[in-house]
């Protein structure tokens, strides 16, 4: 049976628009499925990004400058798109307005006003599907994680602890780019870029934060401006949120961390739960490895490590003997984005589904809450209903 085709255009043809052409690249890596993504038209602002789509990427047919048109093609069904955050309000209302599905890099705008228009926007087009890019959740030892918790294994919950840590602004001699700047990265700073990987996981299982206390840090003040002269840096480097969570008849500390700046992490996410039942851990540094400690009245309090075998949500040719990376879960992130597109949410070939607007929504009042605490010095409390 031919599968069904999703034509996709790419909006913002750099690192992450590569990474998706390399995951539409390797579809034969998946097993079983009826759907298929096809990069057929591709917009940047930049010669040279466009350029490396079409001497790499055979499938595409149509190559813009100006993102209008791309949305004016009527070949294409649905659009990735991956640019600086202040031009995601824009961009965003536009494509959902155009009638294009969209796959949109977090955090859907530059800050909270920004969101609600993106918002907006979704709430007037409900044929279109909207989804934003969280990858990390898609691996083996997180998709164990998460069916623990559907499990309620965990008993009460003692904290939670999630983050998202790399080193890569560790050297002062990098040079500034643009999220560094507030007028294209936005006073979150590292929030913003990073957060919605840590949430990602927490908000789907209902633990929003009641409160806030925001700990930022900047760091290095000033970078080379690769002209010769030093620009300053005018966003958070670091972040580091403590939150108290109270759901379901349970009240639990809950820390959240975003850093560009920590020491000998290359790019490390984790997410650990402990509970008085059972506790885990699944952290990217040890991608193979899913730590748990089950526990009974008087028994022996002992983390167990196993290895996560390649058991991802959508089957693939590996073996369980070899070891997923970050290209397997942007795989699996976009196989479960065309899955939904295709046969919708509730005919998934599995349960997980891509991190969704009001996830980014959600964090988005996070953040803003957390700028206050951190102007303030004093713990704000969120108030989600209103």
């Not at 298929?36 to 079409?54: L, N, S």
């Not at 620009?231 to 759901?247: F, G, R, Y």
Request: charged share 20%.
């Amino acid at each position: 049976m031919a599968r069904q085709t999703v034509r996709f255009g790419v909006i913002g043809c750099g690192l992450m628009g590569k990474e998706f052409a390399s995951a539409a690249a390797r579809w034969c890596h998946l097993t079983d499925l009826s759907f298929e993504p096809r990069i057929v038209a591709v917009c940047d602002a930049i010669p040279t990004a466009t350029e490396w789509f079409q001497k790499n990427v055979p499938s595409v047919e149509y190559v813009y400058s100006d993102y209008k048109e791309l949305l004016a093609n009527p070949d294409v069904d649905a659009i990735y798109c991956a640019v600086p955050h202040h031009l995601h309000a824009q961009l965003y209302i536009d494509i959902i307005q155009a009638g294009k599905h969209l796959l949109g890099e977090k955090p859907f705008g530059i800050d909270l006003e920004a969101n609600r228009a993106i918002m907006a926007a979704i709430d007037q087009n409900p044929q279109v599907i909207v989804r934003s890019s969280s990858e990390f959740p898609f691996f083996p030892g997180a998709q164990q994680l998460v069916q623990w918790v559907q499990e309620e294994k965990f008993g009460r919950i003692i904290e939670v602890e999630a983050g998202f840590w790399h080193s890569s602004d560790l050297d002062p001699t990098k040079v500034i780019n643009w999220k560094r700047k507030v007028a294209s990265n936005g006073e979150y700073g590292c929030m913003g870029d990073l957060g919605l990987h840590v949430l990602h996981l927490p908000l789907r299982f209902g633990w929003k934060p009641d409160t806030v206390r925001a700990l930022l840090s900047k760091i290095v003040p000033q970078r080379p401006d690769g002209k010769g002269g030093m620009a300053p840096c005018e966003t958070w480097d670091n972040a580091i949120l403590a939150c108290e969570v109270k759901t379901d008849g349970q009240q639990f500390p809950m820390i959240l961390s975003t850093k560009r700046i920590a020491p000998g992490h290359a790019n490390t996410w984790f997410i650990r739960v402990t509970g008085t039942d059972f506790s885990a851990e699944f952290t990217t540094k040890n991608p193979k490895r899913i730590a748990s400690l089950p526990y009974t009245p008087g028994g022996v309090q002992a983390w167990h490590v196993a290895d996560a075998p390649y058991q991802s949500a959508y089957g693939t040719i590996t073996g369980g003997i070899f070891e997923f990376g970050f290209s397997d879960s942007i795989l699996q992130m976009w196989a479960a984005f065309c899955d939904e597109l295709a046969n919708g949410r509730d005919g998934m070939r599995q349960p997980f589904y891509c991190a969704t607007p009001e996830e980014a929504a959600d964090s988005h009042r996070l953040f803003t809450a957390a700028l206050a605490s951190g102007r303030t010095g004093s713990t704000i409390t969120l108030r989600w209903e209103e």
